[in-house]
């Protein structure tokens, strides 16, 4: 079974039919998904962000598989070098984060926080920011001092980016004012 889904990872692309067809295998031999782990965190694999566009869409669509890789995840979200490797983390960093079918330890939490403040400041793509505004301000919810980060770090950056992180930055602040 993990040579089947290594040589099906290593042939994709980034095509809807071709991430879905293996996001439905995972799906129908659940075994794998420990494998498909080991490969989207396996940052020395040049292929490993093919990985991680599974690995998103099986936190959208079904999060609660991922609790028991949770742990691994955290752990290296934070190293992921590759552009697409990091917008897709950033969308399995929301999911993780927002779901009521998961409970995430005090550290977990703290992992997915530190690392979206990260992307935040750091030059990365308007996605991947998106993305952690959305998580951040979920997690304000429970922590008001994320609040008062977000809405610093928002206001600072707000003139200097995309029309697209403008509108994304004015729904989180009047979220959170």
Same mark, same amino acid.
């Given at each position: 079974?993990?040579?089947?889904?290594?040589?099906?990872?290593?042939?994709?692309?980034?095509?809807?039919?071709?991430?879905?067809?293996?996001?439905?295998?995972?799906?129908?031999? #659940?075994?794998?998904?420990?494998?498909?782990?080991?490969?989207?965190?396996?940052?020395?694999? &040049?292929?490993?962000?093919?990985?991680?566009?599974?690995? *998103?869409?099986?936190?959208?669509?079904?999060?609660?598989?991922?609790? #028991?890789?949770?742990?691994?995840?955290?752990?290296?979200?934070?190293?992921? &070098?590759? *552009?697409?490797?990091?917008?897709?983390?950033?969308?399995?960093?929301?999911?993780?984060?927002?779901?009521?079918?998961?409970?995430?330890?005090?550290?977990?939490?703290?992992?997915?926080?530190?690392?979206?403040?990260?992307?935040?400041?750091?030059? *990365?793509?308007?996605?991947?920011?998106?993305?952690?505004?959305?998580?951040?301000?979920?997690?304000?919810?429970?922590? #008001?001092?994320?609040?008062?980060?977000?809405?610093?770090?928002?206001?600072?950056?707000?003139?200097?980016?995309?029309?697209?992180?403008?509108?994304?930055?004015?729904?989180?602040?009047?979220?959170?004012?």
């Amino acid at each position: 079974m993990k040579e089947i889904l290594f040589n099906q990872l290593e042939k994709s692309n980034a095509s809807t039919n071709c991430r879905n067809g293996l996001r439905d295998f995972i799906f129908n031999h #659940p075994d794998a998904l420990k494998d498909l782990i080991a490969f989207g965190t396996d940052l020395n694999n &040049k292929n490993h962000h093919k990985a991680v566009w599974i690995i *998103e869409m099986i936190a959208e669509l079904k999060t609660e598989m991922l609790a #028991p890789h949770i742990g691994i995840i955290c752990e290296t979200i934070s190293k992921y &070098k590759n *552009e697409s490797a990091i917008r897709g983390m950033s969308r399995t960093a929301y999911f993780l984060g927002t779901s009521e079918k998961i409970v995430l330890t005090e550290y977990q939490q703290e992992k997915l926080i530190e690392i979206c403040l990260d992307w935040l400041i750091r030059e *990365e793509r308007v996605a991947c920011k998106v993305y952690a505004m959305r998580t951040l301000v979920h997690f304000g919810k429970k922590e #008001p001092w994320i609040n008062n980060e977000l809405k610093e770090i928002l206001g600072r950056d707000y003139q200097n980016q995309s029309s697209g992180y403008k509108v994304a930055a004015r729904e989180v602040l009047g979220k959170i004012k």
